[in-house]
C-alpha cells in the first residue's frame, strides 16, 4: 500500500487553466503538506493543514488553494495556470512532532504551455 | 527557523563508510534534527532524526555533538542506490525547510 499517493503523476496543461493535484495518505497523520520543487531543484513549503490550522506560505499566490475533504486528503487547487508554475509538486504528511518524519509522495509532475 | 550549512557535496567509494557533516550553530533546545534524501526523480524520504542521543536505525546512524552545534549522518556501507541529495534540517513548530543539501556521488 502507497502509504502517501498523488494524483495525476503528471499533468500537461495550457495557460489560463485550472488544475487540481490529489494527495491522499492512509498513515493516518493530522498534518499534511504541500511542496514545491522548480527546475533548480529547491524544494519550497507552499501549505502545512490539520484539522485546526492552515498555515500557507506568504509567497504562494492565491490562486493555489489547499482543499481538505477529511484528514486523509489534502487536494490543491490551482486556478489560471501560468508558465512559471511548472514544477514538481510533492504532498506528505507527518506524524505528531518528534515522533517521526514526513512522509512524502512521489511527486506531480505539472508542465504549463 | 534555524540554519544548517553542508557541503554542496561528496563523494564516496562504494562500500565504504560515508560521513555526512551538518552545523546548525543556532540550534534551539527544542529543534530536532532531521535527515533526509531525494534519489533522482523521486519524492524526498526520511532517513533519520534525533533530538541529544545518537540514532541508530536500519538506514543510517545519527551522530550528534554534546553541544548539538553540529550533527554527522554515517552511511556505514555506501551502495549505488545512496547515491542522493542529503538535507539535513531542523524541525521546529513549523514545517520542514529544506536548503540546498550534499550531493552524494558513490563510485563503484
Known amino acids: 500500500d502507497t502509504a502517501v499517493s498523488q494524483t495525476p503523476k503528471y499533468l500537461v496543461t495550457q495557460m489560463g487553466n485550472d488544475k487540481s493535484i490529489k494527495c491522499e495518505q492512509n498513515l493516518g497523520h493530522d498534518t499534511m503538506y504541500w511542496y514545491k520543487q522548480d527546475s533548480k531543484k529547491f524544494l519550497k513549503i507552499m501549505f502545512s493543514y490539520n484539522n485546526k490550522e492552515l498555515i500557507i506560505n506568504e509567497t504562494v499566490p492565491n490562486r493555489f488553494s489547499p482543499k481538505s475533504p477529511d484528514k486523509a486528503h489534502l487536494n490543491l487547487h490551482i486556478n489560471s495556470l501560468e508558465l512559471g508554475d511548472s514544477a514538481v509538486y510533492f504532498c506528505?504528511?507527518?506524524?505528531?512532532?518528534?515522533?517521526?518524519?514526513?512522509?512524502f509522495g512521489s511527486g506531480t509532475r505539472l508542465t504549463v504551455v | 527557523d534555524a540554519k544548517t550549512t553542508q557541503p554542496n557535496s561528496m563523494e564516496s567509494n562504494e562500500e565504504e563508510p560515508v560521513h555526512l557533516p551538518c552545523n546548525h550553530s543556532t540550534i534551539s533546545g527544542t529543534d530536532y534534527i532531521h535527515w533526509y534524501r531525494q534519489l533522482p526523480s523521486q519524492g524526498p524520504e526520511y532517513v533519520i532524526h534525533?533530538?541529544?542521543s545518537n540514532v541508530n536505525n536500519r538506514m543510517a546512524s545519527l551522530a550528534i555533538a554534546e553541544d548539538r552545534k553540529s550533527s554527522t549522518l554515517i552511511l556505514h556501507r555506501a551502495t549505488l542506490r545512496d547515491a542522493a541529495v542529503y538535507y539535513c534540517?531542523?524541525?521546529?513548530?513549523?514545517?520542514?525547510?529544506f536548503g540546498k543539501g550534499t550531493r552524494l556521488s558513490v563510485i563503484a
Open positions: 534525533g533530538l541529544t
Open positions: 534540517i531542523l524541525s521546529g513548530n513549523t514545517p520542514l525547510v
Open positions: 506528505a504528511s507527518s506524524p505528531p512532532r518528534g515522533w517521526g518524519g514526513y512522509t
